[in-house]
DNA sequence: TTTTCTCATCGTATATTTGCGATAAACTAT
DNA sequence: ATAGTTTATCGCAAATATACGATGAGAAAA
């Protein structure tokens, strides 16, 4: 119940990378980026096909990935094809490779 | 109940990544990991200092942060010394590099 | 209009994460 | 032995994450 109270200060770079990372948090949403990442982009009916899990499923996954930026989603009736956020893909490249520099 | 039973082969790249990446996943433990690669090595007690959580809890994400390799604890009665585990940190890196490669 | 196709969202069950205080464990020093 | 210091673990409560099937929303085609 206190931990609705702690408020803890971090630094914004920190809370950014920690949302990236908790977006990076399962395999699947890894491979999803992965898949994408090679392909440059998918509609979700692709990776049902190649992901053994519920449409419903992928869908959430996929949802985790649009809220912390990393793909975004262009509606072509009646499919949706998902890429990439190149912009924040590459914020999310530069918070990792800074964090382990030296 | 079907989750138990949904058992999707990922690689194990990816399963490391998601590991590495789930460690990663809040801003403490971001925090934590900033401070020991800024110098060089803690104490728990150092910590509790800088960071105003309950010392139960920081220890917690220490646990964590262990678990996932990243980090190791040397025992010097009757403290404990923690590190950075150098390897483990730049098998997350590249592998992180690999992930947002182009 | 009705049907079909694709994807998102809802509702639910279970598992995991996060925080705390209290307590245990391990080692020193007295 | 006893007391003090430091860290780990336990037990709890609340929040989040993960999976599924069922259902909803939107556009195209019949």
Redesign the pocket.
């Known amino acids: ?4 109270l ?1 408020k ?1 200060n971090y630094s914004e770079d920190e809370k950014q990378l920690a949302l990236f990372a ?1 977006a990076l ?2 395999p ?1 949403r890894v491979h999803i980026l992965k898949l994408l990442n090679s392909q440059s982009c998918c ?4 990776l ?1 096909e190649l992901i ?13 990935l649009n809220e912390a930026g990393l793909i975004q ?1 262009e ?1 072509m ?6 890429c990439l956020n190149k912009k924040k893909w590459t914020v999310a490249k530069d918070l990792f490779a800074d964090l382990f520099d030296q």
Do not use: E, N
């Not at 053994?52 to 985790?64: V, Y």
């Open positions: 119940m206190s931990r609705a702690k803890v908790k948090a399962h699947v509609y979700t009916g692709d049902t053994p899990l519920a449409q419903s499923t992928i869908s959430q996954h996929l949802k985790a989603g509606i009736p009646p499919k949706v094809k998902y």
